[in-house]
């Protein structure tokens, strides 16, 4: 449980970086768009985790998606940013919230 939230956090802020205007293209655009490739890897290992643990897996696809669609400037950057905010929500997200069948336990 831990390593999921660990992987959220991981996740969400390097969507946070990507997500700078400035900084982000930079980075993206500099790495040949080999960062989304990472991004993509990380985003599917954090998934799998979270659906392992029965966490919220919402950040996770919405990181799959920005990935998908970064080659769009001002897209992938408000991608990056639903992303990140999702992620580190989720993350801090004591019960995990958005999973199917999700009880949550007072």
Known sequence: MVLAR???GISG???LMLGL???G???VMG???GISVIMFVL???TLVLSLQHRQSFYGSVAGLVTCVLVSVPVVGMFG???AAILLLVSMVDRYGAGMAGGFRRF
């Open 13 to 15: 802020l390097f969507e």
């Open 80 to 82: 990056h940013w639903v």
């Open 21 to 23: 205007p400035l900084l």
């Open 6 to 8: 660990t992987f959220k």
């Open 31 to 33: 790495s040949g768009w």
């Open 25 to 27: 293209g930079m980075v």
């Open 43 to 45: 985003h599917v290992v």
